[in-house]
């Protein structure tokens, strides 16, 4: 069925075929179909303080959710946000995030594209609309390259109005150094490449130490991310991080079986109704 794509058509969707009348459905039409339908959900999965590995926050991480199955962001995202349909997501994004801010007790991160960073009126659109919700913003390190100046500015708006800001998959990008003496950020979240080498390289140890300690100078706390080892869970602990995250402490989980194991995430005002 699937082999008569063309161009712009995507053999890995021939497994969704059930879905409508064998129609051949290009990851396009997915998304706005997704978008119209309402099938973007988010995940949440949590991370956890170091020290005592209570939860300490929630991460938002997409999916579109069909018919009993689940695409992850590796699917569709990068289509997406180079896609006509960035707006309409945003649009979805901000609204669910509304809600679940509200609904929720615990602070939510959610992942910011760069595209998305770097448009005028996206980040206003953040300063607007929230206040006091324990928000923070995932960027990584690829959107001060294109205008430090704006994206240095930018954060500290954010920051003003209590929203905070990660600095995610950090060390995959070009030169942190120079970003970190520019910025004021809340969180470094460690990329699991460097987690995954805390066990068995020395190397990986020893640079994952010095950006913890980097960071902890600089008022900076950082996020291990990636943990999926009671080994590597020993060590991140060791080296000082200030938060967890990862398999092995949690899988991102669906609203439902994230307030079933967390019930306490539920905000007072939730529980009532
Ligand atoms: P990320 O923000 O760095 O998120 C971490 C990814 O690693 C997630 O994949 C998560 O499921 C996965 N992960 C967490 N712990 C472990 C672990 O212990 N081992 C392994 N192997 N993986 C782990 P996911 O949900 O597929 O998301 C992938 C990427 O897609 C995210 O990377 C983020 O960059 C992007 N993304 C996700 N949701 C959104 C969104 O709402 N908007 C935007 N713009 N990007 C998103
Ligand atoms: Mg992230
Ligand atoms: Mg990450
Ligand atoms: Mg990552």
Known sequence: EAKRGGAGEF????????????EIISLDQLLEKALENRWFVFFYQPYFRAEDLRLAGLEALVRIKVDGKIYNPSE????????????????WMFEEIEEKARRFRVPISVNVSGRSFS?????????????????????????????????????????????RVFIDDFGTGYC????????????????????????????????????VLLARRLGIESLAEGVETEEQLDIVKKLGFNYVQGFLLEKPLPEEELLSKYPEILSKDSQKT
Not at 11 to 22: C, D, I
Not at 77 to 87: A, H, N, Q, T, V
Not at 130 to 138: I, R
Request: a neutral charge; aromatic letters at 12%.
């Open 11 to 22: 053999r890995f969707f021939a497994s969704h075929m059930e879905l409508k009348a064998q």
């Open 176 to 211: 942190a150094l120079s970003y970190l003496r520019e910025l004021a950020v809340d969180v470094i979240k460690v990329d699991r490449s460097f987690i995954q080498g805390v066990v068995e390289k020395k190397r990986d140890r020893d640079l994952v130490e010095v950006i």
């Open 119 to 163: 448009r005028r009126g996206f980040v206003e659109r953040f300063l607007n609309k929230f206040s006091g919700e324990d928000l923070s913003l995932e960027i990584t390190e690829r959107v001060f390259i294109e205008d430090v100046g704006y994206a240095s500015d930018v954060i500290k708006r954010l920051r003003g109005r209590g929203i």
């Open 76 to 91: 569709f995202i990068d289509y997406l946000e180079k896609s006509r349909f960035l707006p309409k997501f945003e649009e």
